[in-house]
């Protein structure tokens, strides 16, 4: 009886090994999964951070004579980049291949930034726009573009942040308006001299 009960607690043990090992595989698997997620969302925040580092830095810098607005400078030394869109952490071979005719044709035929094309967009409205809406505006407007939900939520809160636009909240839902900006007065006397 001894011999009996040291086998059936030895294949308990054999089974609950087993058990525990698969589970910790499954775990291993899910937790794998959600570091290339992680990793993902770091590139695109590191890539939204540099963009706006590039941003206050052009509009520190004086305007060049032509140069619009919205366009930053260029220093040359800088790398150019069409929008802070996400780069796949899983390299190249799994982003889809309509970003070569871009690089092809970078003179004149440069595409505005995205969050200068969302901008664009909601001045085209009198009220507030859900992201998706604007994202399915883009869509339908600019069709060679295709940034992921997320790179256009992440674009519109860069844009809160720097004031251009707001952000309303309706119940669970957010929605982004242009800022209204004053008109700036023009002075029809200027002061005179009391010299």
Do not use: C, W
């Amino acid at each position: 009886m001894p011999s009996q009960s040291a086998a059936t607690l030895r294949s308990r043990y054999v089974e609950q090994a087993a058990s525990d090992l698969e589970q910790n595989r499954r775990r291993q698997q899910e937790l794998s999964e959600k570091i290339k997620m992680l990793q993902q969302e770091e590139s695109l925040l590191v890539d939204i951070l540099n963009l706006a580092k590039r941003f206050e830095r052009a509009s520190d810098a004086p305007s060049l004579p032509g140069q619009a607005q919205a366009e930053p400078a260029r220093t040359g030394a800088e790398p150019v980049s069409e929008v802070a869109e996400p780069r796949p952490a899983t390299g190249a071979e799994s982003r889809p291949r309509e970003a070569a005719p871009k690089a092809a044709g970078r003179g004149n035929s440069r595409q505005p930034l995205l969050g200068r094309v969302l901008m664009d967009l909601l001045g085209t409205h009198d009220e507030p726009r859900l992201a998706k809406e604007l994202r399915d505006e883009l869509l339908e407007k600019h069709p060679d573009r295709a940034p992921t939900p997320q790179v256009v939520r992440n674009t519109l809160e860069s844009l809160v942040a720097k004031g251009r636009i707001q952000r309303h909240k309706q119940k669970r839902s957010v929605m982004y308006s242009l800022v209204e900006r004053a008109p700036r007065k023009i002075a029809a006397n200027p002061p005179a001299d009391k010299s």
